[in-house]
Structures are given as structure tokens and as C-alpha cells.
């Protein structure tokens, strides 16, 4: 099991500095000068000569990769062309408020739709399995931006609409993340343990006399939770990463709005830091979907001792 | 035969389809004596899995046991609340089943699932001497190393010893009735061998009965006293296996005994001619008479009842209708 671990974390590196490179070529061959989106136009010729001195703008592309790798293995992803403040320190302020707003819709994801889900399976094709799952696949289907927009309308004067002050403001948007999470959850719930009741280990729980409630639990949910748990790890996980959309409506300040404004501003660094970060927390996911399912099931933690 | 442990009566079990009602077990008798071993016998869809299934009441929707009576131990399973009848069900009557691969909880140890059916039937028993009595119980069904094994799980085992791990999980509360559907099927030759040479060391020490489901003569012969041979929902022959291993009467069994290859024979396999028909469509009158040599034309109008040709044996043909001067139903 720990060998398997130690694998699979071995293995992100390569993938890591493959996505770091694939960033920064992209982001070279974008059109723009780094200095006159940081200047302005008009700047006397010293202060450009020294900044491209100081900022290895004149070497060639893949010694400013070296330095750009060298750095960022440090901890410096450099500095905003606009905020003029550095990378790493922007993605650490926005951090927090994407991962309140990422705990809280996931939470909400989990606590609805996997009951949800397992109502809808129990109670297959009935009036509750039908308006459960009409919700989820409009949660799944609506955009962001309409839901949001709705839940705007409908909540203003009642819940705070924009902003990041208080709890409250958590609500709404995280209504809006945790609808379209549930709805996915819910139905890979259903569908899946809707399956696993067909298996034939569920006619031996019967056979044994094992009552409805308790064969579902004990014997139904662990198995049919596998693929759950793989679809929640990656929710979170492009949680974490910041909901473009939906922090943008909501004016939160979080890894996502950042992303915009360093697109908006073409603030070279900060996009590059963004991304970057993004791809740390999606492999992250992807890892801890990885372990977790290996705890989960007993088959894969064997091939992965061997 | 001795004391009736399970009696079955005139049993119906329906599929409703879309298609139409498949009448998978259409008036079935049937009886079991305490401690007996009762074969049924009869080619894939005749409905022996379904006759278990539906004295383990695990007929699947859109199944249905929409007729007829099961006795058990005196008690009517058939109109038995399903809270109770799950208090007799792993406890007094327990199955092995066909797929020892798949059959067993793949996320949890064998010996957890073997103590959960021991557990879930004696309230009483703490974990520790539960846990001690299934080990007691590997031991017996012959798993090796079984304290070690209890902590395994499924895809560990092999598919004997997972076959092994279900007759314990069968065994585990000392049931009156085994009911064992194809226990060997998806085994190979020689563990085929070593699992009814355990199950039939167990019932005789036990005094367990078992309903042995096969579709294999040759288990059958080696294994039970008495046989039912079924064919499209209904019991064709019944008797005592010696006697209808000595006096095959009804057309199909003797084609099912044919079919049994030889060793020394070097004559091409022989086979029961057409195939097993469509449930939807059954021909009138007899099922069988379509794939019959010796059918005439009152098979193909009226359905034969059940002629008992000698004391216990039964035969539903009519070219023993006027060998038997006592008619009836079983």
C-alpha cells in the first residue's frame, strides 16, 4: 500500500514539470511585451534596460524556463505585472475564500446528493426517484451563470448577493456549486448502487436474512460508493481550483476571479501561477481519489502491494 | 421417507414482461423429508433455480410466487411476513449458490461475511466467540489455515475454497435444509469431486437435508436419494433415484441419461433432439412432445397428468396412462 503511495506521488512529478513547461511556451508565444503592460507606454529606455536585465527578458526562452523552474521550486512564481505584488503571496490571499466557498458547497454536494442518490435507488421509478432526479439533472445542466443569476434574483434583499463578508455570503454561490456537485453525485449514486443490487453477493446477503436497510448499508453502499468517491475527489478538487464563473458573479476574491483579472489584465506571472497552482490541486485530487479508493477496496490495495 | 421437512404445493412462480407471463414454475409439487437429499435435475431455464428461489422468497421482480404453498417445518413460508421468514432464511434453510466468484462481498473479509450470518441469528453470541466458531467452521469445510483465512478476502481465495467459504457461510447456524443450486458448476473436475464429497460428509453428520440442484446425472447419482426431473415448469419424473436409474420411464429423462457421455462408447454423443422451448410460446398439451419420438396425437391436445408407475414413482406421460391403474396427482 505504501509502495503503491509512494508510486503514484513519484509519478506526478514528471507530470508536473511537463504542465509547468506546456504553460510557460504557451504563455511565451503570446503576443504583448511584458514591460508595457507593466509600465505603460511612455518609459525611459534605462528603466526598460534594467528591468529586462533584472527580469532575464533578453535570454533565450529556455534559460528564462531554467530561471522561471528555479524560482518557482523556491517558491517564487514571480511578481504581478499589475498588482506589482508576488505571485505566490496573491494565490495564498484568494486561497482561503475558494476553499471556504469549495468545503462548503462540496459539503452541501455530499450531504444531498448521496442520500438523494440512495433514495432514488431504493425507491426506483417512484414519484420521489423521479422529482429527485429531475432536480439533479437540472443541477447538473443549468449553467452556473443562469443559476446564479436566478438565485440573485430571487434571494435579493433576503440573502447577501455579492461579496465576501460574512458566512452569508457563502450561501448563495455555494448553493449554486453544491447544486450542480449534487446533481452529479446523486445520479452516479443512483445508477450505481442500482447496480451493485443486481450483483450476486446482494442475493447471498438475502439468502443469509439480512433485513432491506441493513443489507444496503452494510453490504450495497461500500461497493457502489467506489465510483463515488472518484467523482468526489475530482469535484473538489476543480473546486479548489476556483469556479471561474461563479466567483466572478459573486465578486469573491479566490483563485478564480484571480485567474480573470490576470487574463483581463494579460498579467503574464499571475495566469502562469494560477494555472500552475490549478494543476498542483487537480493532481492532488486525482491522487487522493487514487488513495482513497485504494483504502476503500481491498482488490486494488493487493495489486498495488505486488 | 421420513418426517416432511419442506413440503412444496402446486406451486406457481409468474414473470410479468412486457412480452407477456412467463410461467417459469407452473404446478410444481414437491417434498423434502428431514435429512433427505432430493436432486432436481433438468436443462438451463426448467425452472429448478426458480422452485429454490422461491422457497428462499428471492424471486426478483417482476417474478412473483403467485400460487400454491410452501411448507416448512410446519410453517407456511408462502404466507409468512417477510420480517419472520428472514429469522428462518441462513438460520434454518440456507443456499449455496451457482458463482462462488461473485457470490461473495468483494469489500469485506470472508470471515466477517460468514460471522454476519451467524451473528444475525444468534443475538446473544459476542464477537469473540462468534469469530472462534466460524474459524471452527472453516476448519470443517476443510479451508486451510483457517485463522488466517478468516481475515482474507474474496479475490484471495480461490474458487474452490470461495465455494468452500459459502458452505460454511450455509453451515454456520446448523440449517435443517441446504439448498445447493449448481454448487459445482463453475468448479473444475477434481474440486467438483472435493466439494460433494464435503457437502454429503456434512449432511451426514449434520443431518442437514439438501435440495441438490444440477443439471449433472452423474452428481445426482452420487449424491442424492431421490430426484425431480423438470422441464419447462413442471416435474416430469419423480422418484427414488434408484429406482428411476433402473426404470427410466418418461421420455426426457431417458434423453437426459443418454446424454451422459461414456467412456467406452465409441459412438458419437448422443442428444436431445429441438431445443428447450421459448417460455412465452409452450406448445399445448404435453411441453415436451415437440422434441418427443414417441409423441402421438393426444400429446400435442392434452397436458398428461402425473402416473404413478410404482410405489414413489412418478412419470407425467401418457404411455404410462394405462400401465397405472391409480391415477392422480402426486
Known amino acids: 500500500m505504501l509502495k503503491y503511495i509512494t508510486k503514484r506521488i513519484l509519478v506526478t512529478i514528471p507530470v508536473l514539470i511537463g504542465v509547468v513547461f506546456l504553460i510557460f511556451v504557451m504563455l511565451s508565444v503570446v503576443p504583448g511585451d511584458p514591460l508595457t503592460v507593466m509600465m505603460g507606454e511612455k518609459v525611459k529606455v534605462d528603466v526598460i534596460e534594467r528591468l529586462t536585465k533584472s527580469m532575464h527578458l533578453d535570454d533565450p526562452w529556455y534559460v528564462q524556463f531554467a530561471w522561471y523552474l528555479w524560482n518557482a521550486l523556491h517558491g517564487d512564481f514571480g511578481t504581478s505585472y499589475k498588482l506589482m505584488r508576488s505571485v505566490s503571496s496573491l494565490i495564498a490571499n484568494a486561497f482561503p475564500k475558494t476553499l471556504m466557498l469549495a468545503v462548503t458547497a462540496a459539503a452541501l454536494s455530499w450531504v444531498i446528493g448521496i442520500p438523494a442518490g440512495i433514495i432514488s435507488a431504493v425507491k426506483k421509478n417512484s414519484l420521489v426517484d423521479h422529482l429527485f432526479m429531475g432536480f439533479a439533472l437540472c443541477g447538473v445542466s443549468l449553467p452556473a451563470f443562469s443559476v446564479g443569476m436566478l438565485l440573485q434574483n430571487i434571494f435579493n434583499g433576503i440573502l447577501p448577493v455579492s461579496g465576501f463578508a460574512s458566512p452569508m455570503h457563502l450561501i448563495l454561490p455555494a448553493l449554486v456549486l453544491g447544486w450542480n456537485a449534487a446533481g452529479t453525485i446523486a445520479r452516479l449514486t443512483r445508477s450505481s448502487l442500482l447496480e451493485v443490487l443486481e450483483d450476486d453477493y446482494i442475493r447471498t446477503a438475502r439468502a443469509k436474512g439480512v433485513a432491506p436497510l441493513s443489507m444496503i448499508i452494510n453490504h450495497a453502499l461500500k461497493n457502489s460508493l467506489l465510483p463515488v468517491i472518484t467523482m468526489m475527489a475530482i469535484q473538489i478538487s476543480s473546486l479548489l481550483s476556483g469556479a471561474v464563473i461563479t466567483e466572478t458573479l459573486f465578486s469573491i476574491p479566490g483563485i478564480g476571479r484571480l485567474a480573470v483579472d490576470a487574463i483581463n489584465g494579460r498579467d503574464m506571472p499571475l495566469l502562469q501561477g494560477t494555472v500552475i497552482f490549478t494543476t498542483v490541486v487537480i493532481i492532488g485530487g486525482n491522487l487522493a481519489a487514487d488513495i482513497l479508493y485504494c483504502v476503500a477496496d481491498p482488490r486494488i490495495r493487493v495489486e498495488g502491494g505486488k | 421417507m421420513e418426517e416432511r421437512l419442506l413440503q412444496i404445493q402446486d406451486l406457481h412462480t409468474t414473470f410479468f414482461t412486457r412480452e407477456g407471463n412467463v410461467h417459469a414454475v407452473d ?304
Open chain 2, 27 to 330: 404446478g410444481v409439487d414437491m417434498e423434502i423429508g428431514a435429512g433427505e437429499n432430493v436432486g432436481i435435475v433438468g436443462e438451463s431455464g426448467c425452472g429448478k433455480s426458480m422452485t429454490a428461489m422461491s422457497v428462499m422468497g428471492l424471486v426478483k421482480k417482476p417474478g412473483k410466487v403467485d400460487g400454491g404453498k410452501i411448507l416448512f417445518d410446519g410453517m407456511s413460508l408462502t404466507d409468512m411476513r417477510p420480517k419472520e421468514r428472514r429469522k428462518i432464511l441462513g438460520n434454518q434453510i440456507s443456499m449455496i449458490f451457482q458463482e462462488p466468484m461473485t457470490s461473495l462481498n468483494p469489500v469485506t473479509t470472508v470471515g466477517k461475511q460468514v460471522k454476519e450470518a451467524l451473528c444475525l441469528h444468534n443475538k446473544g453470541l459476542s464477537q469473540k466467540e462468534a469469530r472462534e466458531r466460524v474459524v471452527r467452521v472453516f476448519e470443517m469445510v476443510g479451508i486451510p489455515d483457517a485463522a488466517k483465512r478468516y481475515g482474507e478476502y474474496p479475490h484471495q481465495l480461490s474458487g474452490g475454497l470461495r465455494q468452500r467459504v459459502m458452505i460454511a457461510m450455509a453451515m454456520v447456524c446448523n440449517p435443517k435444509l441446504m439448498i445447493a443450486d449448481e454448487p459445482t458448476t463453475a468448479l473444475d473436475v477434481t474440486i467438483e469431486a472435493q466439494i460433494l464429497h464435503l457437502m454429503k460428509q456434512l449432511q451426514e453428520e449434520k443431518g442437514t437435508a439438501v435440495m441438490m440442484i444440477t443439471h449433472n446425472l452423474g452428481v445426482v447419482a452420487q449424491f442424492c436419494t431421490r430426484l425431480y426431473v423438470m422441464y419447462a415448469g413442471k416435474v416430469m419424473e419423480s422418484g427414488t433415484v434408484k429406482e428411476i436409474f433402473k426404470n427410466v420411464c418418461h421420455p426426457y429423462t431417458d434423453g437426459l441419461m443418454k446424454s451422459v457421455p461414456d467412456m467406452e462408447s465409441k459412438e458419437r454423443l448422443y442428444n436431445i433432439r429441438g431445443m428447450v422451448p421459448s417460455m412465452l410460446h409452450l406448445p399445448k398439451g404435453c411441453r415436451f412432445c415437440p422434441r418427443c419420438q414417441y409423441s402421438g396425437p393426444k400429446c400435442f391436445e392434452e397436458e398428461p397428468k402425473l402416473y404413478e408407475v410404482s410405489p414413489g414413482h412418478f412419470v407425467r406421460c401418457f404411455l404410462f396412462e394405462q400401465q397405472t391403474a391409480q391415477e392422480g396427482e402426486a
